[in-house]
T-cell receptor, first 111, second 115 residues
Framework: DAKTTQPTSMDCAEGRAANLPCNHS???????VYWYRQIHSQGPQYIIH???NNETNEMASLIITEDRKSSTLILPHATLRDTAVYYC????????????FGKGTLLTVNP | KAGVTQTPRYLIKTRGQQVTLSCSPI?????VSWYQQTPGQGLQFLFE???????NKGNFPGRFSGRQFSNSRSEMNVSTLELGDSALYLC??????????????FGPGTRLTVL
């Protein structure tokens, strides 16, 4: 699976959009981009995933660049409860996949 | 719908002992994956079971083993515990094999401390 690079930490004001970047320059054509988050002392929570098109669900939007070498997770109206570590993961499917989490980005939403 | 449950939530053992952790997936989910999370190594994949068969395995020694029952509940066993096994052990379930591009639902984890 391709490696990802994320900033160690970011701050965001409550009510504003949080834009979390992820670099995955070695991604291959059939690897998906996944985002999970982990609130302190809880298990990771799935947010969204995509291959090449932008995706949106009730939690967030995922913007993938045309060359697929980077992506941005957007939380449109961040709340204090969105404070968490956000993991960007690039992975293959199939029976030999390995879901590998990096260090992630600690997003702190400030009042 | 109840989420993924893990028991026990906290456990303290001593070196050399063995431990068994349990995971009950979301009803109807047949895939259970196990992960180890430590501050130094982050979250690492241990293994995945689907319909009672191990489908995939991470790079952990043979002291780490698991199994899945016909009701999809899974257990993970660690024998001859070492201090470095102290970690948060997470399980995740999904309706299809984890290698399919679907989402995994994580439990709250079992915090294992080895003294």
């Amino acid at each position: 699976d391709a490696k990802t690079t994320q900033p160690t930490s970011m701050d965001c004001a409550e009510g504003r959009a949080a834009n979390l970047p992820c670099n995955h320059s070695t991604i291959s054509g059939n690897e998906y981009v996944y985002w999970y988050r982990q609130i302190h002392s809880q298990g990771p929570q799935y947010i969204i995933h995509g291959l090449k098109n932008n995706e949106t669900n009730e939690m967030a939007s995922l913007i993938i660049t045309e060359d697929r070498k980077s992506s941005t997770l957007i939380l449109p109206h961040a709340t204090l409860r969105d404070t968490a570590v956000y993991y960007c993961i690039v992975r293959l499917g199939g029976s030999n996949y390995k879901l590998t989490f990096g260090k992630g980005t600690l997003l702190t939403v400030n009042p | 719908k109840a989420g993924v449950t893990q028991t026990p939530r906290y456990l303290i053992k001593t070196r050399g002992q063995q431990v068994t952790l349990s995971c009950s997936p979301i009803s109807g989910h047949r895939s259970v994956s196990w992960y180890q999370q430590t501050p130094g190594q982050g979250l690492q994949f241990l293994f995945e079971y689907f319909s009672e068969t191990q489908r995939n395995k991470g790079n952990f020694p043979g002291r780490f083993s698991g199994r899945q029952f016909s009701n999809s509940r899974s257990e993970m066993n660690v024998s001859t515990l070492e201090l470095g096994d102290s970690a948060l052990y997470l399980c995740a379930s999904s309706s299809r094999p984890a290698g399919d591009y679907n989402e995994q639902f994580f439990g709250p984890g079992t915090r294992l401390t080895v003294l």
